[in-house]
Nanobody
Framework: QVQLVESGGGLVQAGGSLRLSCAAS????????MDWYRQAPGKQRELVAG???????NYLESVKGRFTISRDSAKNTVYLQMNSLKPEDTGIYYC?????????WGQGTQVTVSS
């Protein structure tokens, strides 16, 4: 399994930006499907952004145009750039890596957006 460590969360005002990082232990991160999920209090975990090994991306409808997922294979790191943040973006953000039947999760990083 891949070890994943998220960072970059914090408290930000509405309209602000944060960049989350997910450092992975995998040597060839580019072959993994990498995703960012989030879980708000009292809600189910939801997929926010995904990045395939081929470079295709997909986003939750409510974050399209505001969030960008990217990968730096040389640094074995995946990022989630979050702009124009809204209070409803508040939650714990988790990094996820998948390869075949293998699935790994990070411990999560808290993002809080104040109005």
């Amino acid at each position: 399994q891949v070890q994943l460590v998220e960072s970059g969360g914090g408290l930000v005002q509405a309209g602000g930006s944060l960049r989350l990082s997910c450092a992975a232990s995998a040597r060839f991160l580019g072959i993994y499907v990498m995703d960012w999920y989030r879980q708000a209090p009292g809600k189910q975990r939801e997929l926010v952004a995904g990045l395939t090994s081929g470079g295709s991306t997909n986003y939750l409808e409510s974050v399209k145009g505001r969030f960008t997922i990217s990968r730096d294979s040389a640094k074995n790191t995946v990022y989630l750039q979050m702009n124009s943040l809204k209070p409803e973006d508040t939650g714990i953000y988790y990094c996820h890596a998948a390869l075949g039947k293998s699935s790994s999760w990070g411990q999560g990083t808290q993002v809080t957006v104040s109005s």
